[in-house]
């Protein structure tokens, strides 16, 4: 047999498998944007750190977000449970600042840089954000408990595998931040730049 022939009968075998359960999607994005005032690179981060999203007790220069909410399909088979499908629906939505009035030219150079560094790191907690829906996918999908006929144990096994996941995700987004934050980093570059008019 030819290795051509073979080639094309492991594509037509590969082909024929049936589709897997976890289907593909993709998140829906958009973006928020919250009002600044300032003629000045100074005057424009000073406003940002007045009207900025509020985290708790501080307020950011961007906040990314999400809704998460699941269609699944659990089956009881004989005295188990099964998760058979999970398809997400994700919304990622990306709160930014946007000066409220046309900015001097110098500036909005300077501007245009700082906000195309932020949305870029915004972009990236979006990613974690995919990235745990995704894990989350691997974790469930195909899921089998025991003696639970009526499906409410999977539910409590579900849940803890979650919460891990969940916090996963949330201390790689507060690790990225220390990074970006930090002395040198991306974000720290991008804010001097912008109050320094650089």
């Known amino acids: 047999m030819s290795a051509c022939v073979r080639l094309c009968l492991s594509l037509a075998a590969v082909l024929a498998l049936p589709l897997v359960a976890r289907a593909e999607w993709k998140p829906a ?3 928020e944007t919250y ?6 690179g100074p005057e ?7 009207n900025g999203p509020k985290l708790g007790v501080v307020r950011a220069i961007a906040h990314t977000n999400f809704k998460l909410t699941w269609t699944r399909d659990y089956q009881a088979r004989a005295e188990a449970c099964v998760l058979v499908s999970a398809r997400p629906k994700l919304i990622i939505t990306y ?10 030219p110098a500036i909005q150079k300077n ?18 954000i995919v990235d745990m829906v995704r ?12 003696d639970d006929p009526k499906c409410s144990k999977i ?40 109050v320094n008019g650089g």
């Open 29 to 31: 994005e958009k973006v």
């Open 35 to 40: 009002a600044i005032s300032g003629q000045s």
């Open 44 to 50: 424009l981060y000073q406003s940002i750190g007045e």
């Open 95 to 104: 709160t930014l600042p946007s000066p409220s009035a046309p900015l001097p």
């Open 111 to 128: 501007w245009e840089v700082f906000i195309a560094g932020v949305s870029a790191h915004e972009k990236v907690h979006g990613e974690t």
């Open 135 to 146: 894990k989350i996918e691997a974790a469930t999908v195909g899921l089998s408990v025991a």
């Open 155 to 194: 539910r409590v096994e579900m849940t803890k595998r979650l919460s891990e996941l969940s916090q996963a995700q949330r201390q790689a987004s507060r690790d990225f931040d220390r990074v970006e934050f930090g002395q040198g980093g991306n974000l720290q570059k991008l804010i001097l730049a912008l």
